[in-house]
């Protein structure tokens, strides 16, 4: 079955330096990778999300990469705000010829950015 | 349109009761899965529905078991409750099998 691996565990950065947390994944059948971002005592929320045909996505300050050769995908945010501090979760999701896995998710990586 | 809703949003049981906990899909979407998240664990997938079927099944024993009603609404349940079934519940609807998930605020369940 399809494991992601992601680092680091924890990430603390000065407001306005960028931020990359990297995921591996192990099936290479999957062909979704969303991001969430979850604030403490909130919901996980969608924030960029990639599929295997496109190699990297942009949305504002955030964005995502993906590398299917060596299985692993990214996220990067620029000029980093206290804002975004909150703990960020990736998944990956197989397709097995139309039939569609679950979503696996990494362990999360908690962001701290320092004002 | 209203998100992904699920209640109750806190649960306390005791050991060896059994707890139904229930999510409302945003309106229109036809799939619901469930995760099971915890510090030491993350988010661990438990199962996933779509159309009344159950989809894809996560690693929980057989105390862990859901139902998708024709309106999309979704529960799950828990029997003979452990202290290590303490965690928080989350939903996700998405729009087909497969599609961008949305999460609920959860179910924090308490067992003592």
């Known amino acids: 079955g399809e494991n992601v691996e992601q680092h680091p565990s924890t990430l603390s950065v000065q407001e306005g330096d960028s931020a990359v947390i990297k995921c591996t994944y192990s099936d290479s059948a999957s062909n979704y990778f969303p991001w969430y971002k979850q604030e403490l005592g909130k919901r996980p929320q969608l924030i960029i999300d990639?599929?295997?045909?496109?190699g990297e996505k942009k949305d504002q300050r955030i964005a995502v990469t993906l590398n299917k050769t060596a299985k692993h995908f990214s996220l990067h945010i620029t000029e980093t705000q206290p804002e975004d501090s909150a703990v960020y979760f990736c998944?990956?999701?197989?397709?097995?010829?139309?039939?569609?896995?679950?979503?696996?998710f990494g362990k999360g990586t908690k962001l701290s950015v320092k004002p | 349109k209203a998100g992904v809703t699920q209640t109750p949003r806190y649960l306390i049981k005791t050991r060896g009761q059994q707890v139904t906990l229930s999510c409302s899909p945003i309106s229109g979407h036809r799939s619901v899965s469930w995760y099971q998240q915890t510090p030491g664990q993350g988010l661990q997938f438990l199962f996933e529905y779509f159309s009344e079927t159950q989809r894809n099944k996560g690693n929980f024993p057989g105390r862990f078991s859901g139902r998708q009603f024709s309106n999309s609404r979704s529960e799950m349940n828990v029997s003979t409750l452990e202290l290590g079934d303490s965690a928080l519940y989350l939903c996700?609807?998405?729009?087909?099998?497969?599609?961008?998930?949305?999460f609920g605020q959860g179910t924090r369940l308490t067992v003592v």
């Open positions: 996700a609807s998405s729009l087909e099998w497969g599609g961008e998930a949305f």
């Open positions: 998944a990956a999701r197989s397709n097995y010829g139309g039939s569609q896995g679950n979503l696996i």
């Open positions: 990639i599929r295997s045909n496109v």
